[in-house]
């Protein structure tokens, strides 16, 4: 079974130490990282903007 509407949805991200959020659909354009890119392609070097922390302190949301 596909359901391409599930695989499409942007995904939310939130850091378990500051409660920061990372939403696919939004990005951060400020750090050159633009709207629409996937948790996947956001580099792994990149931390996070209010706590410094990396991309393994991110938990995916479910709504």
Do not use: H
């Not at 995904?11 to 990372?22: A, D, L, P, R």
């Not at 939403?23 to 706590?51: F, K, L, N, Q, Y």
Request: proline letters at 6%; glycine letters at 8%; a negative charge.
């Amino acid at each position: 079974m596909n359901d391409s509407t599930t695989q499409d949805a942007y995904q939310t991200w939130m850091c378990v130490v500051c409660g920061f959020i990372y939403d696919e659909a939004v990005g951060i354009p400020d750090e050159g990282i633009p709207a629409g890119t996937r948790w996947a392609d956001v580099p792994e070097s990149w931390t996070c903007p209010d706590c410094g922390v990396t991309k393994e302190d991110f938990e995916m949301m479910v709504l």
